[in-house]
């Protein structure tokens, strides 16, 4: 199984996912490895140390690619691409020998791994989790907040959106040369190397305008030549074919969560206020902001309160951010309480002291497994009416949507749920079982087993 980032240093839905997949697979009897990346979520231009690491983590092998490689004579189409990589790739099908590729993720890593294990006959199963295979910054979001449905003819909305981030800021870029050059540097002064930085972005310009737009094409056809591509919403089926990838190997199988741990947790702590909850990544994409300023909109730090909980550390600008704008209110301030994160054991807890769990994010996102998890305890949802956040809740139902950005809306949503006390029971009272991780491993065992067949039979 591949991974563009895993435990113990990233803990996201995906890494959640792979995980659980991986662990009810060996419990089936097979064998596992995943081969994984561990980028840094801040600066990766000094990185250096070991390139290959072996761990297990919680029963499952792991080998991680680490930042040295993926960095070693980087260019901008080893993005999608990547040599050495692929080499290294090579070594691990070598010393592991695998009957099947499952890939959940290739950023990092780069398609390179799918190209070198279809060059060995091996059956790929593709499982996306985001849009990587058609937006180089997962997320389909443009820089002005809007939505985008794909690169568009000659990868045009990719050239405004994405080439702009290869090519660095002249202060990331004097510091790269002040610390590799650093007798030059002094030389130059100023001046000079405001000189050549000019001179680097002519050069560097068009590679990165070459490496965009070829993109869209190189990842379409290597995801065209996997056996079978799984998807988690019916939005993403549909902007995976208008980006060129083929229908036919496209399948809806819906995420599975680990409920063993949840379901005794469905009936709710007592509490005077309501407990209005935010949990995952405190990151721009995410929109807590949007949280924080619909809930001071709200005003009711005597009937509600807002938990939030996420590592402040993974991004730290982005988390100071929302403590100086929580703190900004006087009247609801003391009503806003940032928690941190906590053992994955303790998960069912939480959600019993939320009374509704908020999804606010910019993107389209893939059915969070947040979303899920909240259901699995009998938690309400409000979340973004956009793709597989929308696709999980019936309005008035088990959630409420608000409009993409809009914290006038969301704090309208929340003002219901505060005004009207008798919409959270009975929005309890509709949410039934969730989907569970054996059932959807039970469905990729289906594409396990046909996509082996057909190579046996080849």
Same mark, same amino acid.
Not at 109 to 124: G, N, Q, W, Y
Not at 281 to 302: C, M, S, Y
């Given at each position: 199984?591949?991974?563009?980032?895993?435990?113990?240093?990233?803990?996201?839905?995906?890494?959640?996912?792979?995980?659980?997949?991986?662990?009810?697979?060996?419990?089936?009897?097979?064998?596992?490895?995943?081969?994984?990346?561990?980028?840094?979520?801040?600066?990766?231009?000094?990185?250096?140390?070991?390139?290959?690491?072996?761990?297990?983590?919680?029963?499952?092998?792991?080998?991680?690619?680490?930042?040295?490689?993926?960095?070693?004579?980087?260019?901008?189409?080893?993005?999608?691409?990547?040599?050495?990589?692929?080499?290294?790739?090579?070594?691990?099908?070598?010393?592991?020998?695998?009957?099947?590729?499952?890939?959940?993720?290739?950023?990092?890593?780069?398609?390179?791994?799918?190209?070198?294990?279809?060059?060995?006959?091996?059956?790929?199963?593709?499982?996306?989790?985001?849009?990587?295979?058609?937006?180089?910054?997962?997320?389909?979001?443009?820089?002005?907040?809007?939505?985008?449905?794909?690169?568009?003819?000659?990868?045009?909305?990719?050239?405004?959106?994405?080439?702009?981030?290869?090519?660095?800021?002249?202060?990331?870029?004097?510091?790269?040369?002040?610390?590799?050059?650093?007798?030059?540097?002094?030389?130059?002064?100023?001046?000079?190397?405001?000189?050549?930085?000019?001179?680097?972005?002519?050069?560097?310009?068009?590679?990165?305008?070459?490496?965009?737009?070829?993109?869209?094409?190189?990842?379409?056809?290597?995801?065209?030549?996997?056996?079978?591509?799984?998807?988690?919403?019916?939005?993403?089926?549909?902007?995976?074919?208008?980006?060129?990838?083929?229908?036919?190997?496209?399948?809806?199988?819906?995420?599975?969560?680990?409920?063993?741990?949840?379901?005794?947790?469905?009936?709710?702590?007592?509490?005077?206020?309501?407990?209005?909850?935010?949990?995952?990544?405190?990151?721009?994409?995410?929109?807590?902001?949007?949280?924080?300023?619909?809930?001071?909109?709200?005003?009711?730090?005597?009937?509600?309160?807002?938990?939030?909980?996420?590592?402040?550390?993974?991004?730290?600008?982005?988390?100071?951010?929302?403590?100086?704008?929580?703190?900004?209110?006087?009247?609801? #301030?003391?009503? =806003?309480?940032? *928690?941190?994160? %906590?053992? @994955?054991?303790?998960?069912?807890? /939480?959600? &019993?002291?939320?009374?509704?769990?908020?999804?606010?994010?910019?993107?389209?996102?893939?059915?969070?497994?947040?979303?899920?998890?909240?259901?699995?305890?009998?938690?309400?949802?409000?979340?973004?009416?956009?793709?597989?956040?929308?696709?999980?809740?019936?309005?008035?139902?088990?959630?409420?949507?608000?409009?993409?950005?809009?914290?006038?809306?969301?704090?309208?949503?929340?003002?219901?749920?505060?005004?009207?006390?008798?919409?959270?029971?009975?929005?309890?009272?509709?949410?039934?079982?969730?989907?569970?991780? #054996?059932?959807? =491993?039970?469905? *990729?065992?289906? %594409?396990? @087993?046909?996509?082996?067949?057909? /190579?046996? &039979?080849?």
């Amino acid at each position: 199984m591949t991974v563009h980032k895993f435990f113990p240093e990233h803990r996201a839905g995906t890494e959640v996912l792979t995980l659980k997949i991986a662990q009810e697979v060996i419990r089936r009897g097979h064998q596992v490895l995943v081969v994984t990346a561990n980028p840094p979520d801040t600066d990766a231009r000094y990185r250096e140390g070991e390139e290959i690491r072996r761990y297990t983590y919680e029963g499952v092998d792991v080998v991680s690619l680490e930042e040295p490689l993926r960095l070693k004579g980087y260019r901008f189409p080893h993005e999608y691409q990547h040599p050495a990589m692929r080499q290294q790739f090579a070594s691990l099908i070598e010393e592991f020998s695998p009957d099947l590729v499952h890939v959940l993720h290739a950023q990092n890593l780069s398609a390179s791994v799918i190209e070198e294990a279809k060059a060995r006959r091996l059956p790929v199963i593709l499982s996306t989790t985001d849009f990587w295979f058609i937006c180089p910054i997962v997320q389909l979001k443009r820089p002005d907040g809007s939505v985008c449905e794909g690169p568009g003819e000659g990868a045009k909305n990719c050239l405004t959106c994405y080439t702009p981030k290869l090519l660095p800021p002249k202060q990331e870029f004097k510091e790269a040369i002040s610390k590799r050059f650093p007798g030059i540097s002094k030389m130059a002064g100023s001046l000079g190397q405001n000189l050549l930085y000019e001179g680097y972005l002519y050069a560097k310009s068009m590679q990165a305008v070459k490496a965009t737009a070829e993109r869209p094409e190189i990842l379409a056809e290597i995801a065209n030549s996997v056996d079978a591509i799984t998807v988690p919403t019916l939005l993403m089926k549909r902007l995976f074919i208008k980006n060129g990838i083929r229908e036919d190997l496209i399948h809806h199988i819906p995420f599975g969560i680990d409920t063993g741990k949840l379901v005794d947790w469905c009936e709710k702590s007592p509490s005077s206020r309501v407990r209005i909850g935010y949990i995952g990544t405190l990151f721009e994409h995410k929109g807590v902001d949007i949280l924080i300023k619909a809930f001071q909109r709200l005003n009711q730090p005597n009937r509600a309160v807002l938990k939030i909980y996420g590592s402040p550390e993974q991004f730290p600008e982005y988390a100071e951010t929302l403590h100086e704008l929580a703190f900004s209110d006087i009247n609801t #301030k003391d009503a =806003v309480s940032f *928690l941190g994160t %906590f053992p @994955n054991e303790d998960f069912g807890k /939480v959600l &019993s002291e939320l009374d509704v769990l908020v999804v606010p994010s910019r993107w389209y996102e893939n059915t969070p497994l947040v979303m899920q998890s909240a259901l699995a305890t009998k938690t309400p949802l409000i979340a973004t009416d956009l793709g597989g956040m929308a696709e999980l809740i019936e309005p008035g139902i088990n959630g409420l949507l608000f409009q993409l950005n809009d914290h006038d809306d969301l704090a309208a949503q929340l003002a219901r749920i505060v005004d009207e006390r008798e919409l959270l029971p009975s929005m309890r009272s509709n949410i039934g079982p969730q989907r569970t991780m #054996k059932e959807m =491993v039970d469905d *990729l065992e289906v %594409f396990y @087993n046909n996509s082996l067949n057909l /190579v046996t &039979s080849t």
